[in-house]
């Protein structure tokens, strides 16, 4: 009987994944449309890419995408709780609202801040909050978090979602690393039995993976903020949601293992303005994907280069949760090496051709 049960939940996984996928695919070039009639449009930009007019609001078909299959299936899993599930909804709405009228009308980022806290808040008030986490040297192998926990979540959702946004440089670079970071998280999901979770990363991915053929390079519409801060919004969620019951430190270093892409790069973007003394907010071309296209390698090996990474961070985010600590540190510290030589080599080549063009 039990096999049979997980028999079903593994094809309820895989049509969600399958629905995701082909709503998506369908309703991307319908969102085209749509962005073209509101005008949601991003111009050619000094720190962007591309030289035309592209359609944004792309994220419009990923959103439809994921709503309609995770509500098909998300009451047939084992864990589901309505309270949370309706928050969860609720609260991703708000995400994508917030997305939508920020491409179209280019909101402050105070604004942006506070909306997304009011979803993070409403996720946190409807149950899915870190109260608790295991711990072998804490009294009774536990740590109460209480408030701390509700704050850390808060601040754990909003962080993540303007991460994955401040990636979105490339043509399918937020979507495909979005898909990687969905893929690991199932299969953590599934090597610690967590039906939610395992469902809304799989059709997170299939949604994704939906949405890369109109946007990879070259892309024909772009995500824009509709999509990518949904994506971390989402991702943030999901790295939480269904193991909120037993969570421990070693899942709280999975979740940022396996994010470590968007995480790292917004982390040396927040240091290096404050550094420069610059707006935390105020865009520059120090990214890792402005880095990558700065040195003259293409804009499609720039994409795969990072999907590269994306996936090392990932594998290793699934040998932590397989106990294999050694091999994940391993893989993780030769990105960071690489990362960290690349970020002190790219400051001195600058320096030194500042230094030419002066004596020049």
């Not at 073209?36 to 995408?65: N, Q, S």
């Not at 390698?297 to 280069?305: F, G, Q, R, Y």
Request: charged share 10%; proline share 3%.
């Amino acid at each position: 009987m039990l096999l049979l049960e997980k028999l079903s939940l593994h094809v309820f996984y895989i049509l969600a994944f399958a629905l995701a996928f082909c709503i998506t695919l369908f309703m991307t070039p319908l969102s085209k449309k749509f962005a073209e009639y509101t005008g949601a449009i991003d111009h050619p930009k000094e720190l962007g890419v591309h030289k035309k007019p592209m359609p944004l609001a792309g994220g419009t078909a990923i959103v439809v995408g994921f709503v309609i299959a995770v509500v098909a299936f998300a009451p047939l899993m084992p864990d589901y709780s309505g309270r949370q599930f309706i928050g969860f909804l609720v609260s991703s709405i708000i995400i994508t609202t917030l997305g939508f009228f920020d491409d179209l009308y280019g909101l402050s980022p105070r604004f942006r801040i506070i909306i997304q806290i009011l979803a993070a808040v409403i996720i946190v008030l409807t149950g899915t909050t870190i109260d608790v986490l295991t711990w072998p040297w804490a009294n009774y192998g536990t740590i109460q978090l209480g408030s701390i926990g509700k704050l850390l979540t808060i601040f754990w959702i909003v962080g993540l979602t303007n991460a994955v946004n401040l990636i979105d440089g490339l043509d399918g670079l937020a979507a495909g690393v979005a898909s990687i970071a969905s893929v690991s998280f199932m299969v953590v999901a599934l090597i610690f039995s967590s039906p939610m979770t395992i469902l809304l990363s799989a059709v997170l991915a299939g949604a994704c993976l939906g949405f890369l053929p109109h946007n990879f390079n070259p892309a024909k519409i772009f995500m824009g903020d509709t999509g990518s801060t949904f994506l971390g919004f989402i991702l943030a969620n999901i790295s939480i949601m269904g193991l909120t019951k037993g969570y421990t430190i070693i899942t709280v270093i999975i979740a940022a293992v396996v994010l470590g892409l968007p995480i790292l790069d917004t982390s040396f973007a927040i240091f290096r303005r404050i550094i420069n003394k610059k707006s935390i907010s105020e865009g520059d071309r120090g990214h890792l994907h402005h880095r990558l296209v700065d040195k003259g390698i293409s804009h499609k090996h720039a994409v795969l280069t990072l999907y590269l990474i994306a996936g090392g961070f990932g594998l290793a985010g699934v040998l932590v949760a397989l106990n294999d600590i050694w091999l994940a540190g391993i893989i993780v510290l030769v990105i960071l090496v690489a990362w960290v030589s690349d970020l002190f080599y790219t400051k001195h080549k600058a320096k030194k051709k500042s230094k030419e063009q002066s004596e020049g």
